[in-house]
Each structure stands twice: as C-alpha cells, then as structure tokens.
C-alpha cells in the first residue's frame, strides 16, 4: 500500500501546522513556504483538512489556520482518512461495493475487515505530535 501524494503532503502539511505551537495561528503562505509545497497545494489541503474537523481556519485581521484540536489528539489515521477516505486495502469490504468478479465464490473477503482494522490500529498508534517532534529530534 502506498498513500497518495496528497495524503503525504497533507502529513507534512500537519506536522507544520502542529510546530507552530498547536494552537498558534500560521498563514498557508508560510505553511507552503515552510513544507515547500506550492500556495495552491496547501490551500487544497488545508480547505479538506479543515471539512475533517483537524484545522481550523480563520478569514480576516488575526485570521489564520490551527490545528482543531492537541497534536496528540489527532493521529496519522485522521490524516490519512481526511484525505483518502476510509482506510481498506481492497474495495470488495466497503459497504455497497460490488464490482469484483471474485466475489461470489472469494475466500478472503471476510479477513479483509480484520487486515484493515489492523492496519488502522497501526496509524492510529501514531500521534501526530510525535510526528511533528520527529523533524525537531532529527535535525538536533
């Protein structure tokens, strides 16, 4: 599995938000010249980010974009599922689906739900908090 460049961006774009002291508000000129990411890119990423519920952004004077909530309330699953939709490794266990030709007579199909909770578990195990101290602990 690998994600999209946009779930990627949308990580990196995260963490930055997230040095900026969680709940200080930061421009997306800065946040894109910050990740190096193009303007247009962020603002894409901070409009989906901000529909999940993980940024806040505010128009106007003083205005600017935070995080919602503490980085160590939101984890690398929210990351992903704000901008991937729900983590599956196969579309056959997403509910109304019903386009693989396997299907009637697949052997599999009832594990996958187990593979996909797993997986998630896995992401969800991973605050974002730690991901923004992972740059800070690096470059030291």
């Known amino acids: 599995m690998r994600l999209s460049s946009m779930a990627d961006y949308a990580v990196v774009t995260m963490c930055a938000a997230a040095r900026h002291c ?10 894109a010249q910050e990740t190096g990411l193009p303007l247009p890119t962020v603002q894409k990423l901070v409009s989906t980010l901000s529909k999940a519920g993980l940024l806040k952004a505010m ?7 935070q995080l919602s909530r503490p980085a ?21 266990v ?20 187990v593979v996909n909770k797993a997986m998630r578990g896995a992401l969800e195990q991973v605050r974002l908090s730690d991901l923004a101290r992972l740059k800070e602990d690096v470059a030291a």
Do not use: K, M, N, Q
Not at 94 to 113: I, N, S, T
């Open 94 to 113: 997403e509910d109304g689906r019903h386009d693989c030709a396997l299907e009637a007579r697949c052997g599999v199909r009832p594990h996958w739900g």
């Open 59 to 65: 128009r106007g004077a003083g205005g600017g974009i």
């Open 22 to 31: 969680g709940f200080a508000r930061v421009s997306a000129s800065d946040l």
């Open 72 to 92: 160590a309330a939101i984890t690398l699953a929210d990351i992903v599922e704000a901008i991937e939709g729900p983590i599956a490794l196969t579309a056959c």
